[in-house]
């Protein structure tokens, strides 16, 4: 059973910086695909970014160029480095592993609260 906890997650005001982590089970990194999404009051969960084994990364639009996806194997643990924060990235942030090359979920973690004022 994968376990996923994420951390990090707090209030900031708009143009600040915020740092998710996403501790992990010793199965889930350096073999597997990892992903970070979002849900905000009222809208679907999203995907945002994602991270393969091979640390080859992708991103939404409405994040690319402010936010970092990494992961540390070594630790176990992903990370979203959040820069340049907008209210509307105020939502339940969620790490994930999933399938390779898709959104597609296995495994989800608890989620942290992001909110951002204006």
């Known amino acids: 059973q994968v376990q996923l906890v994420e951390s990090g997650g707090g209030s900031v005001q708009a143009g600040g910086s915020l740092t998710l982590s996403c501790a992990g089970s010793?199965?889930?990194?350096?073999?597997?695909?990892m992903a970070w999404f979002r849900q905000a009051p009222g809208k679907e969960r999203e995907g945002v970014a994602r991270i393969s084994y091979s640390q080859l990364t992708h991103y939404v639009d409405s994040v690319k160029g402010r936010f970092t996806i990494s992961q540390d194997n070594a630790k176990r643990t992903m990370y979203l480095q959040m820069d340049s924060l907008k209210p509307e990235d105020t939502a339940m942030y969620y790490c994930?592993?999933?399938?390779?090359?898709?959104?597609?979920?296995?495994?989800w973690g608890q989620g942290t609260q992001v909110t951002v004022s204006s």
């Open positions: 994930a592993q999933v399938r390779c090359r898709t959104w597609n979920v296995t495994y």
């Open positions: 010793e199965y889930t990194y350096g073999v597997y695909c």
